[in-house]
């Protein structure tokens, strides 16, 4: 048979992703009694019809080729971006934009009847990689020799895809999703072929600034309160001395804290309460896990999601240049999410909002991510096309 005839499913992805699937629902499951919400019982499910729906599309992708979505990935990125738009004007200056919704301080939903939320800044975050990963290719199709001039022409076109909808976002106040969409940015840079130099500039103004930022936190509070105003400064202050900012900001990761840490090895059981906090769900999903199943069940997430990360990336680095910077993307969305998401909730870092991929509830994220692992299996059949079509040839 023609090797080009065959067709090839990447099994060990396929198992991982049906693994998630199964912890997802059975978490979302086990925050019922922690969900303020109306239907708490019903988000399982409603995790599961997504799920099924993303299986769907994800072998869609599959079958027709990733190709489809790169043709027309300007029509998807430029339709997202009036869809931010219309939801920051709706959050900055209160335009009457239907189904706008504002959802715990940000206006970055679409509340259709029958349908549910729709968050468009998801679906940017992929089409911004996709859109880059096109964009670097065809920018060293034309620029074979990497040199500060041919570097700066591709900074130039990477910030004018990604810092409009950036920007869009953030004016949303979701400053989360923005700080997401940049580190993914940063990861698929390097794989793009830019020069060393570059990160090193970078990193240096990275840890400048953060410097800067304790030092006012530490000299001049009036100062740190004037620049981080209203919520995010609330959520930092929570973050340093939930005990002491109990009443407020850090009731959800003190409650939390006490709930997964008298949880030892095997967790206080399925649908367990030891202490309420909000939004048990979707951000603190992961408390929910090591509250019911303890250690083992935390270890289990974490050995699902590292082993999807692994693979994603081995994957790419068997890729054509798209195909790695699209890979590389989207190990820095996964990596950043999990990263933040697992941090926050041990207090090692701020409280964002920041879900955990494939395991937090969220019909829109889930969908977008789908989609995108639909292209990684469609890469992986054109990795294994690539190398048959050498064998033979050898």
């Not at 001049?220 to 109990?246: C, M, V």
């Not at 999410?337 to 509830?361: A, H, K, R, V």
């Amino acid at each position: 048979m023609d090797v080009e005839k065959k067709q090839y499913f990447h099994m060990p992805l396929l198992v991982i992703m049906i693994i998630v699937a199964i912890i997802s629902c059975i978490a979302i499951a086990s925050a019922k009694p922690l969900i303020t919400y109306p239907n708490p019982g019903g988000y399982w499910s409603k995790q599961l019809q997504w799920y099924i729906i993303g299986f769907v599309a994800m072998y869609a992708v599959y079958k027709f080729g990733s190709d489809r979505i790169y043709s027309c990935i300007w029509i998807i990125y430029w339709l997202l971006m009036i869809s931010l738009l219309l939801l920051a004007l709706k959050h900055r200056f209160g335009l009457p934009v239907p189904f706008a919704e504002e959802v715990n301080g940000a206006t970055s939903w679409f509340q259709f009847p029958g349908v549910g939320g729709v968050q468009p800044s998801e679906f940017m975050k992929m089409a911004i990689i996709i859109a880059l990963s096109k964009v670097v290719q065809e920018h060293n199709e034309l620029y074979t020799l990497h040199t500060f001039e041919t570097d700066c022409k591709l900074l130039a076109k990477v910030a004018a895809v990604s810092l409009p909808p950036c920007l869009l976002i953030y004016l949303q106040n979701d400053a989360g999703v923005t700080m997401i969409i940049a580190v993914s940015v940063i990861f698929l840079l390097f794989a793009s072929g830019l020069q060393m130099r570059w990160f090193i500039v970078g990193v240096s103004i990275l840890l400048v600034g953060i410097l800067v930022i304790v030092y006012i936190f530490l000299y001049n509070q009036e100062l740190f309160k004037s620049i981080f105003s209203g919520h995010k400064a609330g959520r930092f202050y929570g973050w340093l001395d939930p005990e002491g900012t109990y009443g407020q900001e850090g009731y959800q990761l003190f409650n939390a804290l006490l709930s997964y840490g008298t949880a030892s090895v095997f967790g206080h059981g399925f649908q367990s309460v030891v202490m309420n906090f909000p939004e048990a769900h979707t951000d603190f999903i992961f408390a929910v896990i090591c509250q019911g199943g303890g250690l083992v069940a935390g270890v289990t997430v974490l050995t699902a999601i590292v082993s999807l990360d692994i693979t994603i990336l081995k994957i790419g680095i068997q890729a054509d240049e798209k195909g790695r910077c699209l890979t590389t993307g989207l190990f820095g969305l996964l990596f950043i999410q999990q990263i933040w998401n697992i941090f926050m909730i041990t207090g090692l870092l701020p409280i964002t909002g920041i879900t955990l991929p494939f395991i937090s509830y969220g019909g829109s994220s889930l969908l977008s991510y789908m989609l995108i692992i639909g292209m990684i299996f469609d890469i992986e059949k054109q990795n294994r096309i690539k190398h048959s079509k050498l064998h033979n040839y050898e």
